[in-house]
C-alpha cells in the first residue's frame, strides 16, 4: 500500500513537472490572413505601420508576429516591395498612355510597305494612321499631326506615347507629339517587351489577317487594315479587358430562357470571309 501511494504521488509529480510545448501559441488565422491582405493591398508598408493599422481595428497581436507572419511567408519588407516595375507603370498610367510601331509587309509584287499604327493602353482601341512605301521624315510627321487631330476630335487626353527606337520617327515627330502635351517615352534596346501591348497586335493582324491574304498594291493594303481596325474596335473581345469590345459594350445576358434555347445567329463576312462576324438576325 505505501508502495503504491508513493508510485501515484510520483506519477501526478511527473505529470505536472512535464515541460510544457515550448513558444507562444500560433496566430488565429484570420489575423494571418488580414496581415498578409494588408501587405499585398499596401506595399509602401512596413511591419510597424501593419501592426499599427492593425490597433486601428481593435486587433491586439505584438509587432514582433507582424514581422514573423511577413518572413514565413516570404514577403520582402517595404522597401524591397515599393520598387515600381514596368507593368506596374503600364497599369497605373493606363488612361493616359499610347504606344505606337511601325511594321511592314510585302505586296504580292514584292514591294515593301510600312504600317504605322497606335493603339490605346486603356481601351485597346486601335488606329492605323496609314501605309507607304517610303516613310519619309515628312510622311511620319504628317501621321503624327493626324494623331494628334483624332485625339482631340474624339476627347482622348493622352500624356505618353510608348516608341521604339526606330529611325524612321524623325525628330519633328516628338516635336509634334510634345507640342500637344504627350511625352514619348523610348522602350529599351532590344526589349520589345516595353511595348508589348502594342507588338501583340501586331502580331494578332499578322496571324488574322495579313496571314491570311494576298497584297496586290497600297490600296488593297489600306483597305484590308481598315476593314481589320474597324473589326478590331467594334466586334473582337479582348482578353486583356474581360473580354470587351474598345467601341461596343459588352450586351446583356439574356434573361429570357426560351430566348438561349432558340439562337438564331448569322454570320457577317468581312474581306471575303477572312473575318466573320456573328449577330443576332434582325
Not at 507582424?66 to 515599393?82: F, H, N, Y
Not at 511592314?104 to 492605323?128: F, K, P
Not at 474597324?230 to 461596343?248: C, K
Amino acid at each position: 500500500m505505501l508502495r503504491w501511494h508513493r508510485d501515484l504521488l510520483a506519477r501526478r509529480h511527473a505529470a505536472r513537472s512535464r515541460p510544457r510545448r515550448p513558444g507562444r501559441p500560433r496566430t488565429v488565422r484570420s489575423i494571418r490572413l488580414l496581415v498578409l491582405r494588408l501587405a499585398r493591398e499596401n506595399p509602401t508598408w512596413g511591419y510597424r505601420r501593419i501592426h499599427g493599422e492593425l490597433l486601428v481595428l481593435g486587433v491586439k497581436v505584438a509587432a514582433s508576429t507582424v514581422w514573423q507572419i511577413l518572413k514565413d511567408t516570404g514577403i520582402d519588407p517595404a522597401p524591397e516591395r515599393t520598387s515600381t516595375t514596368w507593368p506596374a507603370f503600364l497599369r497605373s498610367q493606363a488612361e493616359a498612355l499610347l504606344a505606337c510601331d511601325f511594321f511592314e509587309t510585302s505586296t504580292l509584287s514584292g514591294t515593301r510597305q510600312y504600317v504605322l499604327a497606335v493603339i490605346e493602353h486603356t481601351s485597346r482601341r486601335i488606329r492605323v494612321l496609314g501605309t507607304t512605301a517610303h516613310p519619309t521624315a515628312s510622311w511620319v510627321t504628317q501621321a503624327a499631326r493626324n494623331l494628334v487631330m483624332d485625339l482631340e476630335d474624339s476627347g482622348k487626353h493622352a500624356r505618353f506615347v510608348i516608341r521604339d527606337r526606330d529611325g524612321k520617327c524623325p525628330a519633328l515627330f516628338d516635336a509634334v507629339l510634345a507640342d500637344a502635351g504627350i511625352r514619348v517615352v523610348l522602350s529599351g534596346v532590344r526589349i520589345p517587351r516595353m511595348n508589348a501591348i502594342m507588338e501583340r497586335w501586331i502580331q494578332s493582324c499578322r496571324r488574322e489577317l495579313l496571314d491570311r491574304t494576298l497584297i496586290w498594291n497600297q490600296q488593297h493594303l489600306l483597305h484590308a487594315l481598315r476593314e481589320y481596325e474597324h473589326f478590331y474596335n467594334t466586334h473582337r473581345p479582348h482578353q486583356g479587358i474581360d473580354n470587351a469590345r474598345p467601341l461596343q459594350p459588352l450586351p446583356q445576358p439574356a434573361a429570357d430562357q426560351a430566348a438561349v434555347t432558340q439562337l438564331d445567329i448569322r454570320r457577317r463576312h468581312r474581306l471575303g470571309g477572312i473575318l466573320n462576324e456573328y449577330h443576332y438576325a434582325a
